[in-house]
């Protein structure tokens, strides 16, 4: 751990931010993990169920979405079904736009990865330029030079290697988990829409165009 440290140090002060980037990155890994985690593990059981009740009781599939409104799928299946007898157009506006809205939540860590991917390469570039000027700095060009400017040259030298390569392995371990997250946020996209469709035609056949047909019957009447 002692050489880490000491590693980290000799990066000079350009690696204090690209260190703090690291541990944000971890942070936001950890969160974003947790979050589908969760979500990925029950989101199936949530819909079976929601969809299942929905075919024989509204109140009874509402009270289900409500019961996991802490789930982006259970808010998404919820916003419709806690309208009141809605036209099939306004059951779907009401999917729409909760769709919309847990798709936010789903990008919430996207801009900072995209913030460490784009600045941290460019904080190990800073560290190597500040690294060389060192290094010039400490060489006396036409002289014999002794172990002590060797020593600072070398210094200077390792300060614009550290740093250029911390930036870089940053950048790339941001870059893969923000490439995980997007494919995981697409995939999450699709499942939305499918069991959005499957919620508006179950609403569709079994509860609003039966309620149609009963009311142009009594109409006729």
Not at 75 to 97: C, H, S, V, Y
Not at 168 to 184: E, G, T
């Amino acid at each position: 751990m002692s050489t880490l440290f000491d590693l980290l140090a000799k990066g000079g002060l350009t690696m204090v931010p690209i260190v703090g980037f690291s541990i944000a990155t971890v942070s936001c890994a950890l969160e974003r993990s947790w979050f589908w985690y969760r979500l990925l593990s029950r989101e199936n059981r949530v819909v079976h169920q929601v969809l299942e009740a929905a075919q024989v009781d509204l109140t009874q599939a509402r009270s289900i979405a409500q019961q996991s409104a802490d789930l982006p799928i259970g808010r998404f299946l919820l916003a419709p079904l806690q309208l009141n007898q809605p036209t099939p157009e306004t059951f779907r506006l009401a999917m729409e736009g909760s769709l919309d809205d847990e798709f936010v939540h789903m990008q919430k860590g996207d801009k900072l990865l995209e913030t460490v991917i784009a600045v941290s390469p460019l904080l190990g570039l800073l560290g190597t330029v500040t690294g060389l000027i060192l290094t010039f700095g400490n060489l006396n060009i036409g002289s014999s030079g002794d172990s002590e400017q060797t020593t600072a040259a070398a210094a200077g030298i390792g300060e614009a290697l550290i740093t250029t390569a911390g930036g870089m392995v940053v950048a790339i371990m941001a870059l893969l988990i923000f490439r995980v997250l997007v494919v995981l946020q697409s995939q999450q996209m699709n499942y939305f829409t499918k069991v959005g469709t499957q919620l508006e035609l179950i609403y569709r056949q079994q509860w609003y165009e039966p309620a149609q047909r009963m009311n142009a019957m009594v109409e006729g009447k």
